[in-house]
């Protein structure tokens, strides 16, 4: 295991914490549950995913060769990544300053709901230039609908 790994581990949080920001802070592990198909957005190739760990799930924007990298029962850690609004989405996605690696497959426990893509945010009153959850869109993904 890479020390570079290791320090990026260390500060994983779950994804039932991630909230809105426009920063690249974003550092977890997930599997890949799901992928969308892949469609071009101007130059680049992009595709979403629906990710999850232990504790929510997540829809993760792939760019470029990230969509024929990853399938469904990867095991992804993802360092400084963004956990933003895209075209009116709230996605997750590596961004340009972010890495996103293959580090298993298949053997990780998880959760489909809650969807953090599908949960509104709002700022702190405390803080404003930090967003906190204030409700939820959906019970269900709008784009992945629950597996039966």
């Known amino acids: 295991m890479s020390c570079d790994y290791y320090i990026h581990m260390r500060r994983a949080i779950q994804l039932k914490d991630i909230v809105p920001a426009a920063t690249n802070t974003v550092n977890t592990q997930f599997i890949l549950l799901e992928k ?16 999850a760990d232990a504790t929510a799930s997540v829809h993760f924007q792939m760019w470029g060769s990230e969509c024929k990298t990853f399938e469904p029962g990867n095991i992804i850690h993802l360092a400084d990544g963004i956990f933003s609004y895209h075209k009116n989405n709230l996605v997750l996605r590596a961004g340009k300053r972010g890495k996103a690696e293959k580090v298993g497959e298949f053997t990780m426990l998880f959760v489909e709901t ?9 700022r702190d009153p405390n803080n404003p230039k930090k967003f906190v959850q204030e409700a939820t869109v959906s019970p269900h993904s709008k784009i992945f609908t629950p597996s039966r």
């Open 36 to 51: 969308g198909s892949i469609a071009q957005d101007g130059k680049e190739m992009t595709c979403l995913a629906l990710v």
């Open 114 to 122: 809650p969807n953090m893509s599908e949960i509104r945010g709002a």
